[in-house]
């Protein structure tokens, strides 16, 4: 069974940059999102890769800023986050999408195994 670990969150000053990493191991055969979770806020989409690396998507508040890549010599999934803003401010998410060879998708509900979670604050 896939177990998701996130790390790398923090605290930063916003145009300030952060890299969160996934350890996924057992997930090189499924697509891979980060999602991120604002108090108050429904979960929402941040980014998506296919399981085979060549097919991302990003929502439009973080195109051009953040990009998601994967490593599977050490199973891990990562999101570079550049000229983060305040509202970045979230608990951000791994998840992985456990149907073998598929593409992402931005839909929570494609997804059934998530960590636990990395805060990232944004201070402006």
């Known amino acids: 069974q896939v177990q998701l670990v996130e790390s790398g969150g923090g605290t930063v000053q916003a145009g300030e940059t952060l890299r969160l990493s996934c350890a996924a191991p057992g997930a090189n055969n499924y697509a891979m999102a980060w999602f991120r979770q604002a108090p108050g806020k429904e979960r929402e989409f941040v980014a998506t890769i296919s399981w085979g690396g060549g097919s991302t998507s990003y929502a439009d508040s973080v195109k051009g800023r953040f990009t998601i890549s994967r490593d599977k010599v050490k199973n891990t999934v990562s999101l570079q986050m550049n000229s983060l803003k305040p509202e970045d401010t979230a608990v951000y998410y791994c998840?992985?999408?456990?149907?073998?060879?598929?593409?992402?998708?931005?839909?929570?509900?494609?997804?059934?195994?998530w960590g636990q979670g990395t805060q990232v604050t944004v201070s402006s």
């Open positions: 998840a992985a999408r456990t149907a073998p060879y598929t593409s992402g998708s931005p839909l929570t509900y494609a997804y059934n195994r």
